[in-house]
């Protein structure tokens, strides 16, 4: 399968904990997006990277999330000191020039 | 602020009846406009886009959209639904300063047989 890959699918976590989600563009990709879903919303634009450089965060963004993408291939989203409303959907998404966005199946997350 | 907006939350149509699902948008200058399509336990899925050219665009599963510029619109259309069209559909809009995704917030399409 050479589409948009997340991991995990699911992930439960205790509250405070820190959390790692992972995603693989596809290969030719030189854009990847993070988004969030909450049930009954569209997704929520969080941050984009243009090969290896993060060129833009959303404001919904505070500082327990970050997100890298090493040498310009899979990226990474940390979210540390778990909350109950970071429970969400994280999708990843990753385009070449400004085509079409292909995205993830998501990373279910649950906060107790 | 821009945004968008899809103004019915369901839509239900027989099986092999045309359909329609409505976007209207809020966005500055002269924007990309998408649909994508989510199926249950699957992700997004690009049905089509308009960029520029003609108003009808057209794209995957027989699905075509309309764009209008006076109205701001960018309604979905179908003329013959399937049983297997039922999904939640989303419009979303990128200005092309950004090229930044802005989402509505869903329309879940239920085609009774």
């Given amino acids: ?27 030719e990709h030189n854009r990847l997006y993070w ?61 070449q020039g400004y085509t079409e966005a292909f995205f993830g199946q998501g990373t279910r997350l649950t906060v107790v | 602020a821009q945004s968008v907006a899809q103004p019915e939350d369901q839509v239900n149509v027989a099986e092999g009846n045309p359909l329609t699902v409505k976007c209207t948008y809020s966005v500055s200058g002269n924007p990309y406009l998408f649909w994508y399509v989510q199926y249950p336990n699957r992700g997004l899925q690009f049905l089509l886009k308009y960029i520029t050219g003609d108003n009808l665009v057209k794209g995957s599963y027989g699905f075509e959209a309309e764009f209008n510029k006076s109205q701001t619109s960018f309604h979905l259309k179908k003329p013959s639904a399937l049983v297997s069209d039922s999904a939640l559909y989303f419009c979303a809009v990128t200005p092309q300063s950004n090229y930044q995704l802005i989402w509505g917030a869903g329309t879940k399409l239920i085609i009774k047989p």
């Avoid at chain 1, 995990?8 to 904990?17: A, D, F, L, S, V």
């Avoid at chain 1, 984009?48 to 090493?70: G, H, V």
């Fill in chain 1, 1 to 27: 399968d050479t589409g948009v890959s997340q991991n995990p699918r699911h992930k439960i976590t205790k509250r405070g904990q820190n959390v790692t989600f992972r995603c693989d563009p596809i290969s």
């Fill in chain 1, 35 to 95: 988004y969030r879903q909450t049930l009954g919303q569209g997704p929520e634009f969080l941050t984009y990277f243009q090969n290896e450089a993060q060129l833009e965060k959303s404001r919904l963004l505070s500082d327990r999330f970050s997100a890298e993408r090493p040498k310009g291939s899979f990226s990474t989203l940390e979210i540390q000191r778990t909350e109950q409303g970071d429970s969400a959907m994280y999708l990843c998404a990753s385009e």
